[in-house]
């Protein structure tokens, strides 16, 4: 648990300082790998955002859930009273923007109370953008999720049980119009996650990438990448990847973007073979007078949440956001379908679902109510096992029902 701590506070500390701590995301749907944003989508704020905006925020709530131990073998309900303090900043000017957050609940478990702890589930943001002149554009990106609910922490939404575990994904960006069509992007990032129990392998990912745009109409942008992975996961022989792809940005219409990037992608184990596989990524996003849909497929060599070794990673992601229909209310409906699989042999083979509909109600500029419903369901043909040989990766069925009150009002100084 020390080596845990250690790492958590580490990570944490990192993204720290670079911004000053904040945030007030939503305290139980956490989205791995998204920065928070505190974007006011229904323009409710008057007068406009100041150059500076500080948040202080608290949210009281109830939580339902009928599996907390994540294991259809030990399936155990409880009702969960929480307290979330938080924190967001928002710093704004013609050449920059920083958005920084944090917030950690206090749980009350009313019956399994040895699970009741302060610091159990914790999450921090930072989103910026600096422009340097009209033809560069820095960015700077840090989601830090800490938690006991594994399948929250990483984009795999592998689920280990109950289990102390973190996830930090960091990255930094830069943009370069170098001629009045074309644009260079690189981009460099670092995916850390740490478990507490010994049977799973902690892991850090590395990614470089390079890519230019080519805009061909005032609709479509071709473009072509390449992108480096360093693998070091625990116990297990270091791996490369090299992926070249190109692809296509498309504004069907003025309400629809289509995104579609695709190309071989090339494993190197220190010790091992090389093999080839697809990596692709696609994603629709249309916006209707009610708010906006969105769907995205992406297929990548990735980690398995700790169960070990790169896997074959699968993941589509949908978003329905309703944003127009009532002043103050905002509801989002957020599916997601994983498979993550070993490249051979069936070491890991997981297959998750999980659906989170969530909805904020703004009552009053400094009073909102809150709540929500998370289904997730996991089944695993993993041979992956527990030093005592039983399966590390479970089946899981599990429901939660999430209601509160969140009080929090906007500081600004000009």
Not at 32 to 43: K, N, T, Y
Not at 230 to 252: L, M, N
Not at 327 to 345: A, F, H, K
Request: charge should be negative.
């Amino acid at each position: 648990m020390h080596c845990l701590r250690d790492a958590s506070i580490g990570c944490l500390l990192g993204v720290l300082a670079l911004a000053p701590p904040a945030a007030a995301q939503f305290p139980l749907f956490q989205q791995p790998g998204q920065p928070g944003s505190l974007l006011d989508v229904q323009d409710l704020e008057q007068p406009r955002r100041a150059p500076l905006t500080i948040i202080p925020s608290l949210a009281i709530t109830g939580e339902y859930n009928d599996n907390i131990f994540l294991d259809n073998r030990r399936k155990v309900s409880d009702f969960i009273i929480g307290f979330t303090p938080g924190i967001a900043i928002l710093a704004e000017r013609p050449t920059y923007r920083v958005g920084a957050g944090y917030n950690f609940t206090s749980e009350i478990f009313t019956q399994e109370t040895n699970e009741s702890h302060a610091f159990d589930r914790q999450n921090f943001w930072l989103d910026s953008l600096y422009r340097v002149d009209p033809t560069l554009t820095l960015t700077l990106t840090d989601t830090f999720i800490f938690s006991t609910d594994t399948n929250l922490v990483s984009s795999e939404s592998v689920d280990t049980g109950r289990d102390r575990a973190l996830g930090n994904d960091l990255a930094a960006g830069v943009g370069w119009q170098f001629a009045p069509l074309w644009t260079l992007n690189g981009r460099a990032s670092w995916t850390a996650q740490r478990f507490d129990r010994n049977e799973l392998e902690n892991s850090d990912v590395y990614r470089a990438s390079l890519g230019v745009d080519r805009r061909v109409t005032n609709l479509i942008t071709v473009d072509g990448s390449y992108e480096f992975g360093y693998f070091d996961i625990e116990h297990e022989q270091k791996s490369t990847t090299h992926t070249p792809r190109v692809g296509v940005r498309w504004q069907a219409t003025p309400t629809i973007d289509l995104l579609l990037r695709a190309g071989p992608s090339v494993e190197i184990k220190d010790h091992g073979p090389t093999r080839v596989t697809p990596a692709v990524t696609a994603s629709y996003r249309q916006r209707f007078s009610f708010g906006a849909v969105g769907l995205s497929y992406d297929r990548e060599i990735g980690t398995a949440g700790g169960l070990g070794g790169t896997t074959d990673n699968q993941l589509i992601s949908g978003v329905v956001e309703v944003t127009r229909v009532m002043r103050g209310l905002i509801v989002q409906l957020l599916p997601r379908y994983s498979m993550v699989e070993s490249s051979t042999g069936n070491r890991v083979d997981v297959q998750s679902f999980t659906a989170a509909l969530q909805a904020t109600y703004r009552i009053t500029p400094w009073l909102s109510l809150i709540g929500g419903y998370q289904f997730f369901r996991q089944r695993s043909d993993s041979a992956a096992l527990t030093n005592a040989g039983t399966t590390i990766a479970n089946d899981a069925d599990q429901n939660r029902v999430f209601f509160g009150v969140q009080f929090g009002y906007p500081i600004r100084f000009d």
